[in-house]
């Protein structure tokens, strides 16, 4: 059992700094190459920080551990929204602008409802893995096109990075790849032996530790970008790796192999999943923003989930 702990703690250590230094050597390459800040944050980042999950999904669903695949990407979402967002407003509002509204935040919802509709006969196969990446596709080419027409003066009067940091943070990348893969494996041991231990489901393990610890990256970038003053890229990194989060991480996880969905998770975990957002959507066409009382708000409903997970 302890043997089981430390290769969970370690595991989620090696995927936050892992995840960490792959956000950042992105988005230094990023900027070499004169990509828009917003869509770094739904595209770049959010794909940065999602990659903890898309990992220990890809890993769990090959080693035969349906419910830690599932249960990570749905757990994740919940913790994102409830819990990262939650603490971000509570330090600081966010305001909401016209496309947070009208596209980003419909469009998370509708990718949510359509993770229900292809998980609802307990399975997700090969042919609907394809369908949610062809969504992801989609969803760049629109994100590229319709949000991002903003524009790139802080980039033109700031100097262009060296190629030579360039290429040091491509090195980095691939590092930070190969601490990912391997801290998920040894998360992957540590939950599995965990649930066995004590007797839990690892659906109750990937829901609650493994989704807190695969958060981890998205909470940090949150909290740096609302310290530099970039709300648009702390609340584009969270709808964007949640909407990631099941086209990516799943679409590719079910054309590897079939990826089986408990009644546990269709019967309560999706309810949540679904639930938080569509409760604080008219909170948020109320208000135009994301203010404290409705992060404490979030941050409760998280709080809640987990106890009723237990």
């Not at 190459?33 to 999904?57: A, D, H, K, Q, Y």
């Not at 551990?65 to 994102?80: E, L, R, T």
């Amino acid at each position: 059992m302890l043997f089981g702990w430390t290769e969970l703690v370690a595991g989620l250590i090696l995927l936050v700094l892992g995840g960490d230094f792959l956000v950042q050597s992105s988005i230094r390459i990023a900027t070499y190459l004169r990509v828009s800040p917003m869509v770094v944050g739904l595209t770049i980042v959010s794909f940065g920080t999602s990659f903890p999950e898309l990992v220990v999904s890809v890993n769990a669903a090959l080693s035969g551990h349906a419910d830690i695949s599932m249960g990570n990407v749905v757990g994740s979402n919940i913790a994102n929204l409830a819990l990262v967002l939650g603490i971000t407003a509570i330090i600081k509002p966010m305001f909401l602008t016209r496309n947070n509204l009208i596209l980003d935040w419909p469009l998370m919802l509708l990718v949510s409802a359509g993770l229900i509709l292809v998980s609802y006969d307990g399975k997700i196969v090969f042919y609907e893995g394809v369908i949610l990446l062809i969504g992801l596709i989609g969803y760049n080419l629109l994100t590229m096109k319709l949000g991002r027409k903003e524009s790139m003066e802080e980039y033109e009067s700031s100097s262009k990075p060296m190629l030579s940091n360039v290429l040091r943070s491509l090195l980095i990348l691939i590092a930070s790849l190969a601490t990912l893969i391997f801290g998920a494996n040894i998360l992957i041991d540590g939950a599995v032996t965990i649930a066995e231990g004590v007797g839990v489901s690892e659906r109750v393990i990937a829901v609650t530790i493994i989704a807190f610890g695969t958060s981890m990256p998205e909470l940090a970038t949150s909290l740096i970008a609302i310290r530099k003053n970039e709300i648009g890229l702390s609340l584009g990194n969270l709808i964007g790796s949640n909407v990631f989060n099941i086209l990516a991480i799943l679409g590719v996880t079910s054309t590897l192999t079939e990826v089986g969905v408990s009644q546990q998770i269709l019967g309560f975990d999706m309810y949540w999943l679904i639930g938080i957002p569509l409760l604080v959507y008219p909170l948020l066409i109320w208000k135009q923003r994301v203010q404290r009382w409705i992060g404490l708000v979030l941050l409760a409903s998280y709080i809640s989930y987990i106890v009723l997970v237990f």
